[in-house]
């Protein structure tokens, strides 16, 4: 007999996050997230200042079968004026009456907040953090930040009566194979943009905390206009901000500056999905933290994560700019591939841009709605 059972324990939330490595133990795609990143996300990010969700488990005679999450996002819905739901952290045996039973409860829990509109997904917590189901390119493992299910997941989600509401573009370079167009012309668009008193420099560490404020805005202006998006506070970009400089290489921390008001940003993370998939159960402890520090030198692809410039300073060269800068640095160092995305389907001045350069659309997802 199939239940669905809130959460509410820590016991109860380490089998949530756990679930996953279960149903995908022989999958060799499949990136094991980190158990205490995932103890924080659901559980002290600053999220849960402003906004609510309830973690849900399937049961089958005593058998975790599936997981869902139901999302309150109230700054969501004061910035975009609906009444919307969401449900993530989505994952479930391909069992129709478990999803379908899993979706239900999410919808009621959201309804008996009041909220009436449309239950969107999968997102977790919004599209600033993982986000959409992968319907195409499930050959290879998902960079970092980016998600990873079973291709089963689609006709159980569509089955439950959701609807496509937009699709996410992951871009791929293979080696060498793009065109350093943006590379060779560097010193020119450089030396234009300086006529406009722009310069690109890198993100300094030394005054991260500084440079995180001016980004913020920057990440608030430059992408207010994509689909579900919401701006983060002060906290939850901190919060973010801090995470990243864990991560990040500062060869790959970008700034355009016009006389001192930061502009735009790029930044391309190590894919440091290369050594998870290796990390057992997520776990840092006893050997996890070893098998990280041992494999994070090997790491041979980077992710382009987020590429903004805000209005009144696009089509001035300062993408262009940002992006021969990452692609000289990638070169420099040896790495092997990268990533560019996610981007929307219907931008298309930054796919346009990245088609420019030979980006390869190499993977999908999809972001699903239904009304309540």
Known sequence: MI?????YSKR?????????????KDVPNYVRELFIAQMVLLST?????????????????GKII????????????????????FFGFFDCINDQQTANMLFETAAKWLKEKGIDQK???????????????????????PVLMNTYNFPYYSQLIENA????QVDLIAWHWDGQNYDDKSVRLLDALQERLKRNNIIIRKVSLKNFKEETAKLREV???????????????DEEFEHLAKDLKLILDPDFALVAEQDGKVVAFGLALPNFNEVLIKVKRGRLLPTGIFTILLNKSKIKSIRIYALGVIDGYRKMGIEACLYGTIIREYKRKGYTHAEAGWTLENNDL???AIKAIKGDPYKKYRMYEKAL
């Open 161 to 164: 009566g959701f609807k496509k």
């Open 119 to 141: 239950l969107i997904g999968p997102v977790n917590f919004s599209t600033n953090e993982t986000c959409g189901l992968l319907i195409e390119g499930f050959d290879s493992p």
């Open 45 to 61: 990010n600053p999220f849960h200042t402003h906004s609510s969700l309830q973690p849900f488990l399937a049961y089958d005679d």
């Open 219 to 233: 990440y608030n202006s430059a992408w207010d206009q994509n689909t579900g998006f919401v701006p983060l506070n």
């Open 3 to 7: 239940e669905i059972k809130p959460v």
């Open 66 to 85: 599936g997981r869902i999450a139901a999302i309150l996002n109230n700054n969501h819905n004061s910035f975009n004026k609906v009444n919307d739901g």
């Open 350 to 352: 930054i796919n346009n």
């Open 12 to 24: 109860e939330l380490a089998s949530f996050i756990d679930f996953p490595h279960v149903l995908f």
